[in-house]
């Protein structure tokens, strides 16, 4: 796919997905879901993150309710330098590990990557930064980890009807501002390609999805490994075609087995 921003299209940040997708379209909301529980969402959005602003140039704001942003920094600096998280501390010893880090370092400097850690974002606070930043920075793509950590309407009841309204008005924020929204969802159930096909069978987060994509790493992969294979399933497509990829990842090492 070409590297240049389409009117209505940028690429996903992944060559594999925009095979199928041809790449997001600007006003569309995309829920990314896992039933695994250990690490894959997060690293696949900063994936994400990393390969629009570095390979392409693209805007970013990724709004991280679940770390802060020393550690989203951390973490990043660690998967482009392919180090591991410790190494960070005392990386001078090492004049090769230095230099690694070094020159990651000044690769990322001058991304146009705009993170925001507030803890419990509320939508309202969130469309309103999102907003600033669009006007601002030209922001196309917004990320959300997790949506399930945002504060919504008080007064929606149980905890499905506030997802219910969130959901609404990000979709409604995406269209309005005409950005590309992504949603990390923690899928609890299992979700096969029929149901999710199927509207009538698909609840909370993806019911209301434009994309939805299920991501699921290749589990024989140790950690401190820093190149992580996965399969990402297209299963919900309101503008074109379903289907799945593989992919490479890029995470920051673990020093544990």
């Not at 004049?95 to 990651?104: F, H, P, S, T, V």
Request: charged residues 30%; glycine residues 6%.
């Amino acid at each position: 796919m070409s590297k240049e921003i389409t009117e209505n299209m940028i690429p996903t940040g992944l060559p594999p997905l925009d095979e199928i997708m041809k790449g997001w379209h600007l006003s569309d909301l995309i829920v990314i879901s896992s039933r695994w529980r250990r690490g894959g969402r997060t690293i696949l959005a900063m994936t994400i993150a990393r390969n629009l602003t570095i390979d392409y140039r693209i805007p970013v704001a990724y709004f991280s309710l679940k770390m802060s942003n020393v550690l989203f920094c951390n973490r990043l600096l660690a998967m482009e330098s392919g180090c591991a998280l410790s190494e960070l501390n005392n990386y001078k010893e090492d004049q090769e590990l230095a230099k690694r880090i070094d020159a990651a370092a000044d690769k990322l400097i001058d991304i146009p990557l705009y993170v925001d850690d507030t803890p419990d974002l509320s939508i309202f606070d969130f469309k309103s930064k999102l907003k600033e930043l669009v006007e601002k920075h030209g922001i196309k793509l917004a990320i959300i980890d997790f949506v399930q950590l945002m504060r919504g309407h008080e007064d929606a009841g149980g905890w499905d009807q506030a997802l219910e309204k969130i959901i609404e008005e990000l979709k409604d924020a995406a269209s309005e501002l005409g950005v590309a929204i992504i949603v990390l969802d923690k899928m609890s159930r299992a979700v096969f390609k029929d149901d999710v096909r199927d509207a009538k069978k698909v609840t909370g987060a993806e019911k209301y999805a434009d994309v939805l994509l299920v991501y699921h790493p290749d589990e024989s992969k140790r950690w401190k490994d820093i190149e992580w294979g996965a399969k990402i399933y297209v299963m919900k497509n309101n503008r074109g075609k379903f289907g799945d990829c593989d992919v490479k990842i890029k995470k920051w090492r673990i020093d544990y087995d």
